[in-house]
DNA sequence: CTTGACCCTCCCATGATGGGAGACCGCAGC
DNA sequence: GCTGCGGTCTCCCATCATGGGAGGGTCAAG
């Protein structure tokens, strides 16, 4: 298979494909005589499993650490449970953040009236965060 | 003041402060004759601003647009509002992703072992993801 | 007059991804 | 054979917000 195809049946970008064989993410791809890179069904299989992780949000250095272990038969699940752990607890902590990053905004919104006077709550927040814990 | 004590003063690292004049969001700073930055309160003001904007998660687009409708005396507060609403709505849907993230994972990880043993449900996710639908 | 802390500009790096240039390859049609 | 189009090759550059560091100038206290 080229490039493009392996491309198409993984769901990775030929650019992706070739940025993960130069980061070491992937071993050197095998050139045809006119220095095509060629691809396998193993390949392939190793490029959907690159990106289901990224889907579910794992770095690439992550991914690294998680196709080291699928490629190797006697690893350990707990290993691989503890990569995965690690990654839930940074997203729930993500999460976390952006939640009170709403709930902030929401509270701010809530007393905008929203019309074409220029009083606003939410410059006023802006401008001066702490003067605005009036109501607890 | 020279940048440092308005980096202080404001919570902006001193090459945030040089970036954000660079790229039009601030206005050009005073020199002193020695070629020195100098800053008055308002642009203390202003650059507390900026990183209130940030923590909140808003882009430095939107901040740019923010700290325009604060200069503008006469600016409508429905605009403003409808900048902090779509980036509520972008916020809600980044939990979301992040969210089905960890539903995803903390699925499979139950399902883990996690021993000495290879065999590992978060692997084999990652390597055939839609073959583990065995329990709605 | 030296020392240390500050400031200046300019370049480079991150992480994951894409865009594009300039050149080459391969297959199809004429 | 020759042309043309689409795929591929390698490089370089851009994103976004942030920081690191080099190499050099400035200032105040000792």
Same mark, same amino acid.
């Given at each position: 298979m080229?490039?493009? $195809?392996?491309?198409?049946a &993984?769901?990775v970008?030929?650019?992706?494909?070739r940025?993960?064989e130069?980061?070491?993410?992937?071993?050197?791809?095998?050139?045809?005589f006119?220095?095509?890179?060629?691809?396998?069904?193993?390949?392939?299989h190793e490029?959907r499993?690159?990106?289901?992780?990224?889907?579910l949000g794992?770095?690439? $250095?992550?991914?690294?650490?998680l196709?080291?272990?699928?490629?190797?038969k006697?690893? &350990? &699940?707990?290993?691989?449970?503890?990569?995965?752990g690690?990654?839930v607890?940074?997203?729930?902590?993500?999460?976390?953040?952006?939640?009170?990053?709403?709930?902030t905004? $929401?509270?701010?919104?809530?007393?905008c009236?929203?019309?074409e006077?220029?009083?606003?709550?939410?410059?006023?927040?802006?401008?001066?965060?702490?003067?605005?814990a009036h109501?607890?």
């Open positions: 080229n490039i493009g $195809e392996a491309a198409k &993984s769901g970008s030929v650019k992706m494909v940025h993960y130069a980061i070491g993410l992937l071993p050197k791809a095998k050139r045809t006119s220095n095509y890179r060629l691809y396998s069904a193993n390949d392939v490029l499993f690159i990106r289901r992780g990224r889907d794992f770095s690439m $250095e992550e991914i690294r650490a196709l080291g272990l699928w490629r190797n006697g690893r &350990s &699940s707990a290993a691989v449970k503890k990569v995965a690690k990654h607890a940074d997203l729930k902590a993500k999460i976390a953040e952006l939640q009170s990053m709403v709930q905004l $929401e509270h701010l919104a809530q007393h009236h929203g019309d006077r220029p009083d606003c709550p939410i410059l006023d927040d802006l401008a001066n965060p702490s003067s605005h109501c607890a």
